[in-house]
């Protein structure tokens, strides 16, 4: 996580009496992970978060999978996903597995109740659009290239200010977070990060209510969703301080690492989480070697699967690819350049590519919105020599 934040009004210490204007207290709250051991930070509310009224269960969240009956490659066309409603309820499952859970959205409607992940943190990557996460902590403004992590249990809602919106969202099962190895002891940014605290965004305005009413959170458990109806404003929060809160990283803002010859895919690691990596391929200088070769090696990833989530620019190793394009690339196959692309990278010394990529430790299973927009000639594209590199507008 980022580094600590305050913001609002706080009482000088912690679990003491804090008294609003009329002399009644303010509810405090401690939002952490692990119980008491892990991040976490507290917040102050002008009701108490219980009061609940109303709980009904509205409906399994149940995937239909698919199940090929060949191991083989996949290339997922997304670009003309139907666009339906918000940034949850329009969310279209590809990929998932124990750790991990992967979809594309491309809503068209701010969010109107409220939504708390309760089985996972979220990431979301946004490809197109722009919009504020309204939450407890405060107003998160977002736009194009914007990585917006939301930790687990954040109550929370999307508004969009642009018509076309397309959403990358990936859950997990365990916290997304920055690599260990980009951190100090002290949780500081090294300087051979590709990052710094500086490209961070935090919330930095509190969007504070004290209106009553009917509103309406809507929380993801257990594989289903369930609705709480509470008769006060959930955006309540006049203060908060901690370690735990929504923030963004642009992609945009990752400055690239290259070598004389080919770097592997670990180089471009942004996020990492228990069962998975995020990786970022931003333009960059190439290769400088006098004999390098820009474009990857062929390799087999023997114990792990690999999406590829292609944003824009030339992807020089990859041919027929388009915005929105997801390509998995199933463990114990080889993949690597296909026909002419080695030839045609030879002598480039940079590349406008932006692609996402996510490694997982374990299988990934696919499901029937993947299916039904599955390339199935994609497992023979390396076999015969064409034009290299798709430009996407």
């Avoid at 580094?3 to 009004?9: A, T």
């Avoid at 004389?260 to 998975?276: D, M, N, S």
């Amino acid at each position: 996580m980022p580094s600590y934040q305050r913001l609002g009004k706080l009482p000088q210490k912690r679990h003491t009496q804090f008294r609003k204007p009329d002399g009644s207290l303010y509810h405090e709250e401690i939002f952490g992970t692990e119980a008491f051991s892990g991040v976490y930070s507290t917040l102050y509310h002008e009701f108490a978060p219980t009061r609940v009224s109303h709980i009904k269960k509205l409906r399994d969240l149940s995937i239909n999978e698919w199940q090929p009956s060949e191991h083989r490659h996949h290339h997922i066309r997304t670009k003309n996903l139907e666009t339906t409603k918000d940034a949850v309820e329009g969310r279209q499952p590809l990929f998932y597995n124990n750790d991990v859970f992967i979809s594309s959205a491309r809503p068209t409607q701010s969010m109107e109740s409220f939504f708390r992940n309760a089985q996972g943190d979220e990431l979301y990557f946004v490809h197109e659009g722009k919009g504020t996460l309204e939450s407890v902590f405060g107003l998160l403004p977002f736009h194009e290239g914007d990585f917006i992590v939301v930790p687990r249990g954040t109550t929370y809602r999307i508004t969009l200010d642009s018509k076309e919106s397309r959403f990358l969202v990936t859950e997990s099962a365990g916290p997304i977070e920055i690599p260990r190895r980009y951190r100090n002891d002290y949780g500081q940014l090294v300087e051979l990060a590709p990052y710094s605290d500086r490209d961070f965004r935090e919330p930095e305005e509190l969007a504070i209510h004290n209106e009553k009413g009917e509103f309406e959170v809507r929380m993801k458990v257990d594989n289903a969703l369930m609705s709480y109806t509470f008769d006060f404003h959930p955006l309540d929060v006049v203060g908060w301080d901690g370690y735990l809160y929504p923030w963004i990283f642009n992609v945009n803002d990752f400055e690239p690492l290259t070598g004389r010859v080919h770097q592997p895919p670990p180089i471009h690691q942004t996020f990492e989480a228990p069962g998975f990596d995020v990786l970022s391929f931003v333009p960059r200088k190439l290769d400088y070697h006098p004999l390098a070769i820009p474009v990857p090696y062929n390799h087999s990833n023997i114990d792990s699967d690999e999406i590829l989530y292609y944003v824009s620019g030339d992807f020089g190793s990859r041919r027929g690819i388009e915005i929105g394009s997801y390509t998995l690339h199933r463990r114990g196959i080889h993949h690597g350049p296909q026909p002419g692309a080695i030839e045609a990278s030879l002598g480039k010394d940079s590349t406008n590519e932006l692609a996402i990529m996510i490694e997982t430790k374990k299988p990934l299973r696919v499901t029937s919105n993947a299916e039904r927009l599955d390339d199935p000639n994609y497992p023979f594209s390396w076999t015969s020599p064409v034009k290299i590199g798709a430009t996407v507008p």
